[in-house]
């Protein structure tokens, strides 16, 4: 088990092969890749079989070197492995494998194909350092590193301006979200004096004791409050969609009230302060509400990135990242609450969106934002183990239903739903593959989704915050199951809508990897079923918290999806409701949800336009600043050489003319020396002679 | 007798207006004449410590006699030279005459 | 002072010899000059007999008013066409002279007299009573201690003659 540390170093080492030696190598570069995930994958296997069999699946192995002395202290970084790890490292190593293996086959013939490898490679290594990671400083910095992989590889065809720009978006927001991070890594750090994570554990009951007062909280209130009132003024001036400024209205009342209205849960303590800081980070790379928005565009970057990082791992990093740091969330019941909160909003928020898309890949990317919210949602009520069970499960299937998708769309050519159709008879084992990883995600019985959604649900019934957010599950789950099979819908069945798209099956290579994500979809549920709960077990928090099986929170989940299924196939599959004659009275609805809810206008509103103003203003001042300097220096040289040529004039010409009058002067002195007049010559004699005379007498 | 004081003034003084006048006049030949004038000066200085030195020997006569031969030798080369200028450039002011070579 | 004979005929010919020389420097006629150098040189001959040199003051008259007077009077009549009295004004350098004559007459008079009169045991009070016979002694310091000066006057005197014949030839080339 203390070689865990190879597991994020293989693939790291093949990153740097493949970047130097990689075009050379060409297509051989997928193999290396692809061969370094799988020595990982197989070190995996054998930590955990060390994990189950030798220590019994209990405790914490830790590994730590001495990395940074700062001041008495030393900074130590290593990597840990329990039960958490373990289950992520399967994932990863599982994910990330069939993802490389599909993408020989849908990356054939891209010119920078060694180039994708190599970043395939490198996001593996930093995720799976992520996940093995035992102190803060080296979980932010393979936060960091899986952020910039992702950068590079939405942006992967960089020639696609729409596609950079989703890169700069997905970065940034990720970056608003990494900055929580790290202030709450900072707050910790002082607070405990350690980034190593079972030091902070082990303080962080005393952070819990230590309210914040409430001046603070008002200014902060006060704050956001402000920023909403500039973003309304904004758009009252500038006279734009007034269904902004409704939103605007709603979001500073609810701001509002959630400050100022005593309110039980709103007691804030350092611990609390903390948590909900590092939430900030998990929420920009978990892509929750308000930080959802990069998601839908980095369905830019090429298909298999999408199903890697941002169905399965990367987004599910923010998710790990709650369920790691659990005891800071567990110390302050208010944090948790606060993640619950936001996670129920953001799956039924993310879902209303889906209904709309006509992109299958956004849809998918909708998808995967309302699944992460309940995941949030599982971990905010107290449910660790139905949160991170649904985090397995769900990266299985949505990795598939991404590949699934890739595949369509490398076998139509097109990625909008409205020209696709009739596929399940043209890609039957895509259509296959795609059915069953549906049916998982909606949480049809007796596949892995049921299961790991059921706990979520339970989870969400008998929290102590009362049963609306369970409620708000359950809406979830049919408006899940409503848009999937309008995506099913849409593309498998029913006639081809574009005559001019003829679809093929595609090869082997991309054909396997669904088949095996299938099965997972199916098989994974199985360690954690009411019955055998195998995994609650082990990914545990605390002493367990074990709920009873419920049959009507089953039934009730199970009901939603099926109503869902029903009534999509009533809409699309055979055309019985027609959607059409609804569309004056909800047609606002329609606009409204299309539109994303506004979000990207609110964004530029409150945010991107005060900052160009503000650099802009910058801009001005520089420049003023900078011509006034050089023009300050330009006028001082020029008064600088002014004064040297007065001195030159006066000083060095005066010294000149000073020499060539002593000796014109001297010469008309001494002319009189030798005047040719005789007499004068007859007076210098006769004064010499007295003088000489005086001399001689008087010596 | 006059002590010999009273003949060394009188040396000085004539001495001294033979050189007023050879440095002042602008006739030539005036100018030789003030030289006279001091050569007779000279004479008088000559003489009159021959006759008041103990020792008494007639130096002092025989060298202003000699002065008395020298003076008329240069008072006759002067007048000739006077007198050659004078056919030269028509006049002889002293003033006039100061190109060493023309 | 003694007023003695010698004493004031003293007086009259050192005055008569200092007021002739001050007409010879000064006056812008130069016959009148001329006349006033003989008296001048008249007067230094007197002097020399007031101080027991009479064969020089015999000599003084001869050379000097007898030959160097007339001298300069022919010198003066055969340069006088163009002049006239116009020449003999006052020179630019009168100050200079001026200066000259008195810081001369000054120096003389203040250094020598009063090194002199203090009483130095080479000087007697008195002029020396002359010997038996002076044109003897000068005959014989002529010939003996003083031959060579002698020759060599009476050869300047010759070459001087000789050149101021052939200065003052005039050029019939």
Redesign the interface.
Known sequence: MSLAWLIPVIPLLMFAVIVFLGHKLKDKSAYLSIAAIAASFLVSVAVAYDWFIIHHGHGTAEFLIPWAPVGTDVIRMGFAVDSLTVMMLFVVTIVSMMVQIFSIGYMHGDERYPRFFAFLSLFTAAMLSLVIANTLLLMYISWELVGLTSYLLIGFWFQKPEAMRAAKKAFLVTRVGDVGFFLGLLLLYLNTGTVELSGIFAKVEEMALHPVSVPYLGAIAAVILGIFAYGFAGAILKGIKRVPVAIFIGLAVFALAWFLIPHGAVKLTLASIAALLIFWGAVGKSAQFPLHVWLPDAMQGPTPVSALIHAATMVAAGVYLVARMYPVFHADMTALNIVAVVGAFTAVFAATMGIVMNDIKQVLAYSTISQLGYMMMGLGVGGYTAGMFHLMTHAYFKANLFLGSGSVIHGTGTQDMREMGGLRKKMPWTFLTFIIATLALIGFPLTAGFYSKDEILLSAYYWHGGKWIFYAGVLGAFMTAFYMTRLVAMTFFGQPKDPKIHAHESGKVMLIPLFVLATLSILAGYVGTPWKNIIGQYVTFGHGGHHAFSLSVMLAGTLAGFLGIGLASLIWIWPVIRIASLAPALGWVQTLVANKWYMDDIYDIIVIRPLMITARAMFAVDRYLIDLTVNAVAWITMKLSNAWALFDKYVVDGLVNLVAETTKVGGRVLRYVQTG?V??Y??IL??CL?LM??FF??R | ???????????????????????????S??M???I??ML?AA??NL??F?????G?T?VG??F???V??????????G??????I??TV??????EINLMKW | MEI?G??VA??AI?AM??TS??F???LPN?LR??LF?MF??IG?AG??V????E??AA??LL??VG??TV??L???V??Q???GAR????????V??????????A???T???S???KGS????????VP?SD?LL??AK??IQP?VL??EL?SF??L???V???V??K?DKD
């Open positions: 007049v007499q004068q007859a007076f006769v004064i007295l005379s005086w007498i008087y | 007798m006059p002590p010999l004081s009273w003949y060394l003034y009188v040396s000085a003084a004539l001495f001294a207006l033979g050189l007023f006048g050879m440095m002042t006049r602008r006739n030949i005036a030789l004449m003030s006279e004038l007779n004479n008088i003489v009159a021959s006759a008041y030195l103990r008494h007639m006569q025989m202003a006699l000699f008395i031969a020298l003076a008329a030798a240069e008072a006759a080369i007048l000739a030279i006077v007198i050659n004078y056919r028509k006049h002889i002011d002293a003033d | 003695t010698y004493n003293f007086i050192a010899t200092v020389a001050i010879v420097v000064t130069i000059s001329a150098l001048t040189f230094v002097l020399y007031l101080a027991n040199a064969i020089l000599m003084q050379i000097y030959a160097i001298l300069i022919f010198a003066i055969l340069t066409q163009l002049m020449i003999t004004q006052t020179s630019r350098n009168i200079l002279g001026g200066v000259a004559a008195i810081a001369v007459f120096f003389i008079a250094t020598f007299v090194h002199f009169s045991d080479m000087i007697a009070a008195q002029p020396a010997t002076p002694m000068i310091m002529l003083y000066p002698f006057a300047i005197l070459v001087a003659m050149g101021a014949i200065i003052a005039e």
